[in-house]
């Protein structure tokens, strides 16, 4: 098992329950992961996950399991790539915690157990969608995370 990690922090204009709420419901997710992606799950810790482009694919891109759901507080989520889920060596681990910071959340990733290509992946990747995120709780609108426009 790999010891490397990645960890983001930042910093938002909300409240626990509107982050919570928006890593959770899928018509919120889909505005700020930026390839329309939907996030399935009933998020019930031992429940499975995944996350599914919205296109008329439906390509899966990221699955896994829900390891612990501490409501507007800690989320902990089993990761790997669908093509690599028979490889236990590919599964990563991401934790997500929220904690209330005077009148704004401090939202902390930390992706761990990370693989090299799978830390090539989300070192870009998280800070893109998380700032996309933030743009949305603050402002209404979320980024172009990939750079596509619409």
């Known amino acids: 098992m790999s010891k490397e990690k990645f960890v983001y922090v930042t910093y938002i ?10 890593l959770l419901d899928s018509e919120i997710t889909r505005q700020y992961w930026g390839h329309e992606n939907l996030s399935e799950s009933d998020w019930k810790q031992g429940t499975k996950w995944q996350l599914v482009s919205a296109d008329a694919n439906r390509t899966v891109r990221h699955v896994g399991d829900v390891l612990e759901n501490v409501p507007q507080k800690r989320l902990v989520l089993s990761w ?22 005077g009148d704004m959340v401090r939202l902390t990733i930390m992706h761990d157990q990370l693989h090299a290509e799978m830390a090539a992946k989300i070192t870009n990747g998280w800070p893109r969608v998380m700032s996309s995120l933030k743009s949305l709780l603050e402002t ?11």
């Open 80 to 101: 790997v790539d669908p093509e690599d889920i028979a490889d236990d060596a590919k599964h990563t681990r991401v934790a997500i915690d929220i904690e209330t910071v």
């Open 13 to 22: 204009a909300t409240t626990p329950d509107k982050v919570w709420n928006a």
């Open 140 to 150: 209404g609108r979320p980024l172009h995370v990939w750079g596509e426009c619409k």
